[in-house]
């Protein structure tokens, strides 16, 4: 009795399993023809395609989109390193495409890039100066496929250097550069972050949150002690802690999620 009783619970809970499964997989399967639907180009000039470009010795995955191919180019280089914006640009960019052909590229060890490539390789040679001639190559592949004298860049966080650097080495090749969360100096942004964290957590109580994070005092410039080769465990647990406290980064977190699910090319990574 005991023995059958468990078998129809057994398969009581595989039927929630698979019903749970199947209710995610056509969630998923409306948010991308929401997505889609969203994200159509109409026009009889525009361009949408996402395909595989030799760069830096390695097939590095390029998305060009617009109403209206003729438009200037804009390419968007992204964070990270390794937080390719192909999946979640139609959050925001459809308003762009009316007057731009908008580029995403994945950077080397980044979303379709970093699945497509040898692992190992990428990891040896994920350095700036290979990431600044990875991103000449792909200014000039735009250039030379669209045959346009110059382009727009803008730089996104990790992008942004990799955008100064081009603005500054090869300004002949872009219209401007726009940088949004430009990195100016690591070190004093680093401390600013520390110390921003530290205070939530007092202001909010969070006693877990305030031990971790004077335990990894001191990590701004400004105080005796600072170590210039703060290492990732100091740097995770300042990330860690920060993350949780503002409503910003949670929404940040959410849409993350959101455009991972709905993406044709999920996952992200």
């Known amino acids: ?57 390695i097939d590095q ?54 699945a497509s490539n040898d692992k190992e390789l990428q990891r040896r040679t994920m350095n700036v100066p290979q990431m600044e001639q990875d991103t000449l190559e792909v200014v000039n592949y735009l250039r030379n496929r669209f045959k346009r004298e110059k ?37 004093q942004n680093e401390g600013v972050g520390y110390q921003d964290a530290l205070e939530e957590g007092h202001k909010r109580h969070n006693e877990p949150a305030v031990k971790a994070l004077e335990g990894i005092a001191p990590l701004s410039p400004s105080k005796p002690g600072f170590r210039k080769d703060v290492d990732l465990e100091r740097l995770g647990t300042r990330f860690a802690w920060a993350a949780p406290e503002h409503t910003g980064i949670r929404g940040y977190q959410e849409n993350f999620v959101r455009g991972c699910v709905s993406s044709r090319i999920f996952p992200c990574g």
Request: with cysteine; net charge neutral.
């Open 151 to 187: 382009i727009f860049v803008l730089g996104h966080s990790w992008g942004s250097v990799l955008g100064l650097w081009l603005a500054h080495e090869h300004p002949e090749l872009i219209y401007a550069y726009v940088g949004v969360g430009q990195v100016i100096n690591t070190e």
């Open 61 to 114: 995955w390029v998305e060009v989109r617009g109403q209206n191919v003729n438009n200037p180019i804009i390419l968007f280089i992204h964070g990270g390193p390794g937080i390719a914006f192909i999946p979640l640009a139609g959050a925001w960019q459809a308003s762009w495409e009316r007057y731009f052909t908008v580029v995403q590229w994945d950077q080397r060890g980044a979303g379709k890039t970093y």
């Open 1 to 57: 009795m005991v023995k059958k009783i468990l078998k129809y619970i057994g398969i009581a809970v595989a039927c929630l399993v698979v019903a749970a499964l199947s209710s995610a997989l056509l969630y998923r399967k409306y948010l991308q023809h929401e997505v889609a639907e969203e994200r159509a180009i109409t026009s009889p000039n525009g361009i949408n395609t996402l395909e595989p470009v030799r760069i830096g010795g």
